[in-house]
């Protein structure tokens, strides 16, 4: 298990222990479209590809590596800062 510790600047912020850097970029694109509900389909895939996709792509590579050697891996991308922690 991993804790996900996500901030979007405007819109909240969260916590949740997952099993993985998958489930943990599925919480945080749960709440990238909670935030961005409101919006176009248009805006909320914009937002999906911008802000979510690259930090996605980091955690899975350098976050799950960092949590592999028992250590916290952050990352930040536009409004979007997230923290994943081992345990």
């Known amino acids: 298990m991993i804790t996900v510790k996500w901030?979007?600047?405007?819109?909240?912020?969260g916590t949740e222990r997952v099993p993985d850097t998958d489930a943990a970029a599925n919480v945080i694109a749960?709440?990238?479209?909670?935030?961005?509900?409101?919006?176009?389909p248009d805006a909320?895939?914009?937002?999906?590809?911008?802000?979510?996709?690259p930090l996605r792509a980091n955690m899975q590579r350098?976050?799950?590596?960092?949590?592999?050697?028992g250590r916290s891996w952050q990352d930040r991308n536009g409004?979007?800062?997230?923290e994943i922690q081992p345990g």
């Open 62 to 69: 350098e976050g799950a590596d960092h949590i592999a050697q």
């Open 44 to 53: 909320q895939a914009h937002v999906l590809l911008t802000v979510l996709a």
């Open 79 to 82: 409004p979007l800062f997230v």
């Open 30 to 40: 749960a709440a990238l479209r909670q935030a961005t509900r409101t919006q176009s």
């Open 7 to 13: 901030v979007l600047e405007g819109h909240g912020a």
